[in-house]
């Protein structure tokens, strides 16, 4: 059974799952309240961090125009553009043995493309929510459902994998930027 998260908590992925390579990080959501005319296009981002929080090189920043970290470390499966269907809108295969040595911390983000123009925000969006899966059981391990307490930000720093004594850790962030990915991007060290 997936361990349930809230904001602010940490938990071991690899140690309580020994053996554990390969994971699935799937990320959700669903629209309210909002007729704007226009779609709600939410976009899953992956920033690999070394241990001042800030990317290597902008390589490090895999996203719908860069699919895949050049160490085949991280690989984004693509992007929905509606955020239709139930389940995971967008999902990240992450190869915890190929994760370069330079990288402390994984986190991944949402933003809500060109947010501004058709004044969208994340106050319109619920039910959002990160979770990690062991891709070969399938297998859910961990779940963080964020809740609704955001409101004109346009970007969320969701959650992040980091390295802690050798071993693999997973801290539940939810954590709201105004700016969307610009801002973000500026934020991790990636020229935008």
């Not at 554990?20 to 704007?36: Q, S």
């Not at 859910?140 to 346009?154: A, M, V």
Request: avoid cysteine; hydrophobic fraction near 35%.
């Amino acid at each position: 059974m997936a361990i349930s998260l809230k904001k602010g908590q940490k938990v071991d992925l690899t140690k309580t799952n020994p053996g554990l390579k390969e994971v699935l990080i799937g990320l959700g959501w669903d629209v309210n309240k909002y007729d704007g005319g226009k779609d709600f296009d939410l976009d899953a981002s992956v920033f690999l961090l070394n241990g001042s929080g800030k990317v290597n090189s902008d390589d490090d920043f895999v996203f719908y125009g860069n699919l895949k970290h050049v160490s085949g470390s991280v690989e984004h499966l693509g992007d929905n553009l509606t955020g239709e269907g139930e389940g995971d809108d967008e999902e990240i295969k992450i190869d915890l043995s190929k994760v370069p040595e330079n990288v402390e911390k994984i986190d991944f983000t949402v933003t809500i493309y060109e947010a501004e123009e058709r004044k969208q925000n994340f106050g319109q969006v619920e039910n959002a929510f990160i979770r990690v899966m062991n891709s070969a059981t399938g297998e859910e391990l961990i779940r963080y459902d964020l809740g609704e307490d955001f409101s004109i930000e346009t970007a969320v720093v969701i959650g992040e994998l980091y390295r802690n004594k050798g071993e693999w850790k997973f801290n539940a962030i939810g954590s709201g930027f105004s700016g969307g990915l610009a801002s973000l991007g500026k934020n991790y060290g990636v020229n935008v």
